[in-house]
């Protein structure tokens, strides 16, 4: 099955700074990879994905870029804030052999700290 | 209505106790989902519906039987559980089947087997 690793387990960047988080996965059949935000005590919330077919996608300070061949994919954020202090969780899409709509693996996540 | 809802928001419950969980969407997504998040973990895939039909069982024990009796509503139903079995208990949903990738999930339940 799929497997996704993801590093580093915490990151702590000064305010304004940038943040990368990398991911890897082992399917090569995995087509779509999303990146989760969690704050303590809330849902998973979704704040960007990207598809096997395109390299690179940006919204605002945030961007994914992919690299299919090396099984690589990572997430940028710029001019961090306070309010990205949360836990970041990749994901890679597992196909089920009989068809069906795809299910998720989840890297282990990344606790990002936004010192002011 | 854009949002998943997932009741009760905490549940505590014996180890001879039956009892389930319920998630609901009117988004008209046709794929619907189970998570199971302990603490300081990722959430893990427990079970997949497409169209009220169930397409991936990760291997979850039988005491966990979900349940999908139309396209916006998706139930868990516990028996005998194990302490082991405490975890935020997470519902998403997907228009995966009519072309969207994206999982939205609910607030969860918080599942506590005593």
């Known amino acids: 099955g799929e497997n996704v690793e993801q590093h580093p387990s915490t990151l702590s960047v000064q305010e304004g700074d940038s943040a990368v988080i990398k991911c890897t996965y082992s399917d090569s059949a995995s087509n779509y990879f999303p990146w989760y935000k969690q704050e303590l005590g809330k849902r998973p919330q979704l704040i960007i994905d990207?598809?096997?077919?395109?390299g690179e996608k940006k919204d605002q300070r945030i961007a994914v870029t992919l690299n299919k061949t090396a099984k690589h994919f990572s997430l940028h954020i710029t001019e961090t804030q306070p309010e990205d202090s949360a836990v970041y969780f990749c994901a890679a899409s597992i196909h089920p052999r009989g068809g069906g709509a795809d299910g998720l693996t989840f890297g282990k996540g990344t606790h990002l700290i936004i010192q002011p | 209505d854009t949002e998943v809802t997932q009741t009760p928001k905490h549940l505590v419950m014996g180890m001879t106790n039956k009892k389930s969980l319920k998630c609901e969407q009117h988004?008209?997504?046709?794929?619907m989902y189970w998570y199971k998040q302990k603490a300081k973990k990722p959430p893990e895939l427990m079970f997949v519906y497409s169209y009220e039909k169930l397409s991936i069982n990760e291997s979850v024990p039988s005491r966990f039987s979900p349940e999908c009796p139309n396209s916006s509503l998706l139930n868990l139903h516990l028996h005998a559980l194990q302490p082991e079995d405490s975890a935020l208990y997470l519902c998403a949903s997907s228009p995966r089947e009519t072309g969207g990738y994206e999982q939205y999930f609910g607030p969860g339940t918080r599942l506590t087997v005593t």
């Open positions: 990207i598809r096997s077919n395109v």
């Open positions: 988004m008209g997504h046709r794929a």
